[in-house]
């Protein structure tokens, strides 16, 4: 009597797929893809601004060389220059960063020109900035406003070609790559699983299965350049579960959850592939089993993911050890960089016995204000 209803848990799945893709739009939120794609200088990230101010000081330290006779002279030259330009600088980016959601509505191109306009008035601004210290005697407003245009042109441009290298290819390549890491040889092992339990015990392999849908679902579906760790933390909460009915008591997980650290921005199926590296590596392997602990705690502005699991023993490790856990870690930190680039940080290695994985996220501006 339970065959048939294990036989149809999949039927409602094809139903429930036509309700996951009005979701899709989500992802499909290409409109979404193309706002933020469209976005070519979204000037409140760190690291666009370290870029922009290391950008404007090497166009004036080869400036500063023109007329230099001596190092002293050609340091005191860009003294004055930066005295004028930084302020100016800063004062584009806050502009910048300010308008974001007005600029996202404006065409690739509506944006370009208004960055080169406001470009054009931060050149004004550092001229006046110099003309009011009475460095200059004939401040030079059409030179100073076509440099900062210029320099914001060109600032714009390499902003759009850093844009372009984030999203389609790049970006579809190596989330293709991951997606394919849910290997072969686990859905065999979860069918099997699924396969020995029906009769003994239906109503968990009804569960596995479901949990097997869901994970291969969530898996396959798009879902744009970023998730909440609260759902990548629901997706491994699936694989663990299904894990843990192959393994049994082998295998014992500890979470440790901070729910003011669900809104955290990461890439999709990030967690997941860590996840089973750590069975992989720590537990399988392993006669005794393993420990693997998960932790999230938010730290004011910053998000700390930690996932922890035991070392089997240099033998054991010796006759199983594979060489694909390194390339998995290489995936997670260049998807990562891409999302969050200067602003995340991710590490992994063996540390008191245990091997590590850490990985450090920005809090969300708009969960910033939460406690």
């Known amino acids: 009597m339970q065959n048939p209803q294990i036989l149809s848990t999949p039927t409602p799945e094809p139903k429930s797929a036509p309700q996951s893709r009005p979701a899709r739009p989500r992802a499909g939120s290409a409109v979404d893809g193309k706002v933020r794609r469209a976005l070519v200088f979204d000037a409140c990230e760190v690291g666009v601004v370290l870029r922009a101010v290391l950008f404007v000081e090497i166009v004036l330290g080869v400036g500063a060389m023109y007329g230099a006779d001596t190092v002293l002279d050609w340091l005191a030259r860009l003294a004055l220059l930066?005295?004028?330009?930084?302020?100016?600088?800063?004062?584009?980016?806050?502009?910048?960063?300010?308008?974001?959601?007005?600029?996202?509505?404006?065409?690739?191109?509506?944006q370009f020109a208004a960055g080169v306009a406001l470009g054009a008035l931060a050149g004004l601004y550092a001229c006046t900035m110099l003309a009011l210290a009475g460095v200059v005697a004939q401040p030079p407003w059409l030179a100073s406003s076509a440099s900062g245009a210029l320099l914001a042109a060109a600032l714009v441009a390499a902003l759009v070609l850093r844009a372009r290298g984030r999203t389609p290819a790049a970006t579809t390549a190596r989330l293709t790559e991951l997606q394919s890491r849910i290997r072969p040889h686990f859905l065999f092992n979860t069918l099997n699983s699924a396969i020995a339990l029906v009769r003994n015990d239906p109503a968990q392999a009804e569960s596995l299965l479901e949990d097997l849908s869901d994970l291969f679902r969530h898996a396959l579906m798009e879902q744009g350049e970023a998730v909440t760790l609260g759902e990548e933390i629901a997706l491994a909460r699936r694989y663990l579960h299904i894990e843990q009915v192959r393994f049994g008591a082998r295998l014992q997980v500890q979470w440790q959850?901070?729910?003011?650290?669900?809104?955290?921005r990461l890439p999709p199926l990030l967690l997941q592939p860590l996840v089973e590296n750590a069975v992989k590596h720590g537990v399988e392997p392993s006669a005794q089993?393993?420990?693997?602990?998960?932790?999230?705690?938010?730290?004011?502005?910053?998000?700390?993911v930690r996932i922890t699991n035991t070392v089997p023993s240099a033998s054991e490790r010796g006759a199983n050890s594979s060489r694909g856990h390194g390339i998995a870690l290489a995936n997670v930190?260049?998807?990562?960089?891409?999302?969050?680039?200067?602003?995340?940080?991710?590490?992994?290695?063996?540390q008191d016995a245990l091997y590590q994985v850490r990985i450090t996220l920005p809090v969300p501006p708009l969960d910033k204000k939460a406690p």
Do not use: N, Y
Not at 257 to 264: E, I, N, Q, T, V
Not at 337 to 345: M, P, R, T
């Open 333 to 350: 930190r260049a998807r990562l960089a891409l999302l969050h680039d200067v602003q995340c940080e991710f590490s992994a290695g063996v």
């Open 289 to 304: 089993g393993g420990k693997l602990r998960v932790q999230t705690q938010r730290r004011g502005s910053r998000v700390l």
């Open 82 to 110: 930066t005295g004028g330009a930084l302020p100016a600088t800063l004062a584009w980016l806050i502009a910048a960063c300010s308008m974001k959601t007005l600029l996202q509505r404006l065409s690739t191109s509506g």
């Open 257 to 264: 959850l901070d729910p003011r650290a669900d809104g955290a």
